[in-house]
């Protein structure tokens, strides 16, 4: 099993900053890839940032320049530095792990932490 732990979210203002970080533990082998996608109600879940063991990264483009993906893969742990941040950065944000567990590669979720930005 690999358990993945979010914290950091919370209430902010427009172009104010947050940071979170998000832990994987359990029974894995290794991690290739770790990051992030947020979902707001009605609407599918949406990749904000993501980086692989190499540090190879994918920004999504309503965030790109703005907020920035970073991990220590010796503690397998991601984090997401939010900058600049807007009204339409509201969502629930996900961590996702993708890890070789039980003689398979799978992609394990975080249960989520919610980003508001309101004045």
């Known amino acids: 099993q690999v358990q993945v732990t979010e914290s950091g979210g919370g209430l902010v203002q427009p172009g104010g900053s947050l940071r979170l970080s998000c832990a994987a533990s359990g029974r894995f082998t290794t991690i290739n890839v770790m990051g992030w996608h947020r979902q707001v109600p009605g609407k599918q879940r949406e990749l904000v940032a993501t980086?692989?063991?190499?540090?190879?990264?994918n920004i999504g483009n309503s965030v790109k320049g703005r907020f920035t993906v970073s991990r220590d893969s010796a503690k397998n742990t991601v984090y997401l530095q939010m900058n600049s941040l807007k009204f339409e950065d509201t969502a629930v944000y996900y961590c996702?792990?993708?890890?070789?567990?039980?003689?398979?590669?799978?992609?394990?979720w975080g249960q989520g932490t919610q980003v508001t930005v309101s004045s």
């Open positions: 980086i692989t063991t190499s540090g190879t990264e």
């Open positions: 996702n792990v993708r890890a070789f567990s039980g003689g398979a590669w799978d992609v394990y």
